[in-house]
C-alpha cells in the first residue's frame, strides 16, 4: 500500500510539474504556465479521480476563479469503460446476487461510462425498462488515496498558497465532503424519492422512480426514461411544444424548488433535462442544493431587495445569512451594493440576468469579508446554468420577469400566514409598553446632554498596524539620537585624549566610534529590509 501510494504521488507531481504547477512543490520553479486550460488538462490526464475533483471544484465559485470554473466545466466523463466482469463482481458485492439473477435482460455494453459509475441499460424481470448505475471497482479506495495526497502535498506546502488561486484546506475539505456524496449512492436514491415527493402535483415536471431492492451504496436502479434533450429544437418544432411555454414552466418549476420547497436541482444542464410526454423530467440528482427555512425566507427578501431597489434590505439580508470573516466596512460595503443597484437602475428590467446580478452581490460579499452560505453559491451556478438553457430555447423569455413576481405572489401573504393571535398581543402589548416610557426617556436623555453628563463611546478598528508603525518610527529616531550622541561624545574623547592610547589615539574614542558605526549600520539596514527608506 505505501509502494502504490508513492508510485501515485510522483506521477501527481510529475504532471502537474509538466502542466506548469510544479511551483506547488518546488518554490524554485515558475509559475507562468498556471493557466486554467493546464489545469484541466493536468486533471484529464490524471484519470476519473481527478476529473471528477476538477467537476466538483467547478460549482464553487467560492473557492476559485472564474476563468477556473470556465475551464473546469468543460471536463468530460471520456474514461475507458470496465468490463461486464469487474461491473458483475462490484453488483455482487452489493446484492450478493448476480446481474443475470436479478435482470431479463442487461445491455453489457454500457450507455455512459463515468468518472465514479457506469450506467447499463436493462430490463427487469417483470419487462420494466430500467437504467442501472454501477459504481467502477475499487474507485473509493483509489479517491481517497489520491484525496489524501493532495492534502499531504498541500500541508507541506501550504505557505506558498497565500496569494494563490485557492485556499488549501478549504479545498481539500470540500472535496473529501463532496466524494464522500458522490460515492454513496443511497443519498442519491433519497434525493430522487424526495424530489418525487415535492413535485408530485406538478404535471409539467417528472423524475424517474427507483427500484429500492435494486438500490444500495454502489448501485442505483431507476426508470429509464425515453424523451430527447429539452434543447432538441427540432424535436420540440416537430412534436408540437410551444417554446415559450416550454420555458416559462422550467423557469416556474426552478423557483418552486428554491423559494417554496428548499429543495433544487443543482445541475439543470440540458442533459439533465429531458421532454417526455408533455412534461419536463429532470434527471441525475448527484447535486443537489437544501435551503434551510431562514435562508429561504432570506432568499425572498434578496429578490424582493432587487424588485424594490432596496438597499438597506439588502444589506441586512447579507447581515444575516453571511459569515463575517475579518473587519467589516459598512459604509464600503453600501457603496459597493449601491454601485450594483445603481448599474442596473440604468438598465430595463427584462435585460436584467438575475444569475449575473447575485453573482455580483457574492463578490462584493467576499470582498468585504462576507462569507456567504455554500448553497448560495450552488444556486448561482444553477440559476446560471438555467438562464443558459431559456436562451437556448427561449431567448426573448428574461428569467427576472418570471422570478420577480413569482416571489412578490408568493411573500404576499406570508405575513398574515405565520402570524399567530397570541404573538400579536404580546407584541402589540411591548410595543405600548415601551411607547408609553418614550416622553419620559427623551426628557432623560434631553438632561442628561444638557447637564454634561451624556457620554459617546467611540471604537477605532484596525489601529493595532498604525500605533506599530509608529512605534517603529520612534524607537529608529531614539537609536539614531543615541548612535549621534556616540559619535559625538567620541570625537571629545578623541580630541582631549584621555584614557589609555593606541597610536597616540584614545583607545575609549576609537572603541565609541566602533560600537556607533556598527550600530549605525545595523540601523540602515533594517530600514532598507523594510522596504521605506
Known sequence: MIRKSVRRFR??????????????????????????????????????????????????PDILPASYIDELSKLQDSVKEESFEDINRVFYKEFNKSIDDMFLKFNRKPLASASIAQVHEAVLKNGNEVIVKIQRPYISEKMRLDLSILSKIFSLTKTKFSDSLINPKDAIDELIESTKKELNFNLEAENIKKFRLLNKTVKCVYAPYIVEILCGKRVLTMEKLTGFKINNISMLSKKGYDLNDIGKKLALSYFKQIFIDGFFHGDPHPGNLIIKDGAICFIDFGIMGEILPSLKESLNDMILAIAYNDINKMISVVFSIGIKKGYINRNKLYEDIDYIFAS??????????????????????????????????????GLVILEGVLSEISPEIKIVDIAIPFVKSNNRFSFFENLSFDELIINSYSFLKNVSKLPVKTIEFIDSVLTGRAKIQLEFKNLENPISELNKMANRITFALIISSMIIGSSLILNSSIGPKMYDMSIIGLFGFLVAAVLGFWLLISIMRSGKL
Do not use: W
Open 344 to 381: 442596473y437602475l440604468n438598465t430595463t428590467l427584462e435585460n436584467i440576468k438575475i444569475s449575473v446580478m447575485l453573482e455580483e452581490i457574492f463578490n462584493t460579499c467576499k470582498s468585504n469579508n462576507i462569507q456567504l452560505p455554500k448553497d448560495f453559491t450552488l444556486l448561482i451556478r
Open 11 to 60: 506521477q501527481i507531481v510529475k504532471v502537474l510539474t509538466r502542466h506548469g504547477f510544479g511551483y506547488i512543490i518546488d518554490s524554485k520553479l515558475n509559475r507562468e504556465n498556471k493557466a486554467p486550460e493546464n489545469l484541466r488538462k493536468a486533471f484529464e490526464e490524471l484519470g476519473p479521480t481527478f476529473i471528477k475533483i476538477g467537476q466538483i471544484l467547478s460549482t464553487r
